[in-house]
Each structure stands twice: as structure tokens, then as C-alpha cells.
């Protein structure tokens, strides 16, 4: 079992940035793939970005914008979101897959992108 805990959102004004960090415990030396979705009010979870090993790829929405990044040593996965635009604004979940295809996801963190 793999727990996985968000922090660092909050409220931020359009053009600032944010860094939001995913802490994994638990049986965490299986996990192959980590990333970050988003679910804003009224609209389906959307998938913002993934790492694999050094291989990230991102959503369109946030291509030069966002950065995923993974510190196997602190067994973290981080998101920097700069440039933040009100479409930002959503519940963000950090996810990670086992290498036996498990799915584990946290309780989510909030970001609010005021214009």
C-alpha cells in the first residue's frame, strides 16, 4: 500500500507561481509512474503532467508553464506551476502506478488563480 499526501496550494493572483509537493510512504520502492491531475468544478479529472524515470510529458494547457520533477532519495514528486492563469483553478491530485499496475492517489490540494 502506497499513501501518498499533497501540499502547497493555496490562493495566488493570475501570473504567480506555486510549487506543489506529493510525499509517498508505504510500499513506495514499486511505484513506476507518478503525476499530477486536476479536477475543477464541473469538469472531469484531467491529467497535467507525468514523469516515468527522466521522461516527462505535460498537457497542453500547461506546456512551459508547469515543471514535474521526482526525488527518488526523499521518495517526492513536485509540480512548479508558474505563470498561473485562473484556468488553473482546481482540486490537484498527486497519482503514482505501481510496477504491478496499482493506482494510488492523494486526498488533493487546492489552487485558486484569482485575475
Known amino acids: 500500500q502506497v499513501q501518498l499526501v499533497e501540499s502547497g496550494g493555496g490562493l495566488v493572483q493570475a501570473g504567480g507561481s506555486l510549487r506543489l509537493s506529493c510525499a509517498a510512504s508505504g510500499s513506495s520502492a514499486g511505484i513506476n509512474l507518478v503525476g499530477w491531475y486536476r479536477q475543477a468544478p464541473g469538469k472531469q479529472r484531467e491529467l497535467v503532467a507525468l514523469?516515468?524515470?527522466?521522461?516527462?510529458r505535460y498537457a497542453d494547457a500547461v506546456k512551459g508553464r508547469f515543471t514535474i520533477s521526482r526525488d527518488n532519495a526523499k521518495n517526492t514528486v513536485s509540480l512548479q506551476m508558474n505563470s498561473l492563469e485562473p484556468e488553473d483553478t482546481a482540486i490537484y491530485y498527486c497519482?503514482?502506478?505501481?510496477?504491478?499496475?496499482?493506482?494510488?492517489w492523494g486526498q488533493g490540494t487546492q489552487v485558486t488563480v484569482s485575475s
Open positions: 514523469i516515468r524515470g527522466s521522461i516527462a
Open positions: 497519482n503514482a502506478v505501481s510496477i504491478f499496475g496499482r493506482d494510488f
